[in-house]
């Protein structure tokens, strides 16, 4: 199974991008051996953002999810999630404190769970079925779709893509959609990988990098250029964050406009 290559760079479309870094993903828990293991990086030149030179066509992804890490299983270590989870919310919550909180890749449904306790409506979206049929059983409204497929009947308070943006091969389309069912001054909660901190280039230095070899990423964002993505499609980021969730993590929170 290969890659479908990147025409242009997916965030600025500019066709001036060049190898960037090497990764090998033959060690990752959801690999198949039909994968090519080797995944190249690009750097744009016109944007500098760093992509893979192309992304799984849906049937490979879909081989793909047939597996779940242990992490992205509802239920999994729930208990210090929830104490995450916590500290998320808090963060938002001087800038929406109750509606409808959309969690878009709720896997182990931590965020999703405590949204609720902190009373807001809590939507999920999730690409693993087994994950939508689980929390529907504990009375939480969720879809396994693609989030430029869903219709609402009321507007969302809140977004949150915590580590999904760096999974989807055009981020542009998913802010656009977000933004459409988001409401006047509606929230976004992104969280990801910081390739902007020195963590990261400490790894590069060392050549000990994890996210090179990360099979379900298509983007390596950093702080700068995920701001001008937000700018770019409607939204004004006005809160910078330290991810618990993952290693060299950022959390970043964006109004609507």
């Given at each position: 199974?290969?890659?479908?290559?990147?025409?242009?760079?997916?965030?600025?479309?500019?066709?001036?991008?060049?190898?960037?870094?090497?990764?090998?993903?033959?060690?990752?828990?959801?690999?198949?051996?039909?994968?090519?293991?080797?995944?190249?990086?690009?750097?744009?030149?016109?944007?500098?953002?760093?992509?893979?030179?192309?992304?799984?066509?849906?049937?490979?992804?879909?081989?793909?999810?047939?597996?779940?890490?242990?992490?992205?299983?509802?239920?999994?270590?729930?208990?210090?999630?929830?104490?995450?989870?916590?500290?998320?919310?808090?963060?938002?919550?001087?800038?929406?404190?109750?509606?409808?909180?959309?969690?878009?890749?709720?896997?182990?449904?931590?965020l999703?769970?405590?949204?609720?306790?902190?009373?807001?409506?809590?939507?999920?979206?999730?690409?693993?079925?087994?994950?939508?049929?689980?929390?529907?059983?504990?009375?939480?409204?969720?879809?396994?779709?693609?989030?430029?497929?869903?219709?609402?009947?009321?507007?969302?308070?809140?977004?949150s893509?915590?580590?999904?943006?760096?999974?989807?091969?055009?981020?542009?389309?998913?802010?656009?959609a977000?933004?459409?069912?988001?409401?006047?001054?509606?929230?976004?909660?992104?969280?990801?990988?910081?390739?902007?901190?020195?963590l990261?280039?400490?790894?590069?230095?060392?050549?000990?990098?994890?996210?090179?070899?990360?099979?379900?990423?298509?983007?390596?964002?950093?702080?700068?250029?995920?701001?001008?993505?937000?700018?770019?499609?409607?939204?004004?980021?006005?809160?910078?964050?330290?991810?618990e969730?993952?290693?060299?993590?950022?959390?970043?929170?964006?109004?609507?406009?």
């Amino acid at each position: 199974m290969t890659r479908i290559p990147f025409p242009a760079c997916p965030l600025c479309n500019s066709t001036s991008f060049a190898p960037h870094a090497r990764g090998d993903c033959a060690r990752h828990p959801l690999y198949v051996a039909d994968i090519a293991a080797e995944i190249v990086w690009m750097r744009c030149s016109g944007c500098d953002h760093i992509f893979t030179e192309g992304y799984f066509s849906p049937e490979t992804a879909a081989t793909i999810f047939k597996a779940t890490n242990d992490h992205q299983q509802v239920g999994y270590n729930l208990e210090n999630g929830r104490k995450i989870a916590a500290r998320m919310i808090e963060r938002v919550l001087p800038y929406a404190s109750s509606g409808v909180w959309l969690d878009v890749g709720f896997g182990n449904g931590a965020l999703l769970f405590t949204a609720q306790e902190f009373g807001f409506t809590p939507l999920g979206l999730d690409l693993r079925q087994q994950n939508v049929d689980t929390v529907r059983k504990l009375g939480i409204e969720a879809y396994a779709q693609d989030l430029g497929t869903l219709a609402l009947t009321q507007p969302c308070a809140v977004i949150s893509m915590a580590d999904v943006l760096e999974h989807i091969p055009y981020p542009k389309e998913t802010l656009a959609a977000a933004h459409r069912l988001l409401g006047p001054d509606g929230v976004l909660f992104l969280s990801m990988p910081n390739a902007d901190t020195m963590l990261w280039r400490s790894w590069d230095a060392i050549g000990s990098n994890p996210y090179w070899n990360e099979l379900e990423h298509y983007h390596n964002f950093g702080r700068a250029r995920l701001y001008g993505l937000l700018r770019e499609n409607g939204f004004a980021p006005i809160r910078y964050g330290v991810s618990e969730r993952y290693r060299a993590g950022m959390e970043v929170i964006a109004v609507r406009r």
